[in-house]
């Protein structure tokens, strides 16, 4: 997938890269995930959609929302860090405003809506065709060029953008802040049907996120690693990251 692929920038600094069809393996097939990665399946993404390069900034929630629910808000470019503290739920109504606000502008000459990512999504683009722990290989060591966490953030959110992007142009995909998915959470993927959409289990209360976060050691920061939170959770270590999915999906490559 070429980096040189359509996206469009907002009103906040952020671009959103195209995501092109493929099929991936979904999951940990090397045994050495956790339970919760087991078992692996094909999934087959059939819709392009763009995803956010970076996480949604506190500026940018702040702008449509009006406040900011952040802790990490000190210094002069606080602003540029990952919103946190919401929960799936906020997250929710923050989209919703941003599609009453954006119903009817035209992007690359489609007209769509904002959402979450389904997890599955999230998996595709953070693994960016490649079967390691990270794009980058499985070194540990190699992860304080490509992300935040535990072991380097000095135990706080940084500006985003600062860390090398994955393959595909993503950029804090690993550690920074935990990124909410659309998906019900369960323990593991026995009833998930390999498809691009989100995963609903009516007797779950937990929602999936994803990218481990500023506090959380190396593993968890995995491409494939899963966590769940409940949807009305607000914790410091958890934001989102924006999908626009055009409405009639055949987006040129």
Known sequence: MSNQRPFFEDDF????????PGTFVMGD????????????HTVEITEPFFL??????????????????SKFTEG????????ETISWLDAHDF?????????????LGFIGEWRLPTEAEWEYAARAGTDSRWPFGDRDAELNDH???AGNSGATTREVGQKKANPWGFLDLYGQTGEWCEDDY????QQHTGTQAAFVAPNSHRKCHRGGSWFTESDSTRSRA????????????????LVWAPRNANVPN
């Open 147 to 149: 992300g935040w966490h």
């Open 52 to 69: 956010g390069e970076r996480p949604v900034t506190q500026i940018h929630w702040q702008s449509i929302m009006g406040t900011n629910p």
């Open 226 to 241: 899963r966590a769940s939170a409940p949807s009305d959770q607000r914790t410091d270590g958890i934001g989102l990251r």
């Open 95 to 107: 989209i919703e405003q941003l599609n009453e606000r954006d119903a009817e502008i035209a992007r």
């Open 186 to 189: 369960v323990m593991n993927y």
């Open 29 to 40: 097939s090397l045994g050495r995930g956790s339970k919760s990665e087991r078992p692996a």
């Open 13 to 20: 600094g952020g671009k959103y890269l195209l995501v092109e």
């Open 76 to 83: 002069w470019s606080a602003g540029l860090r990952p919103v």
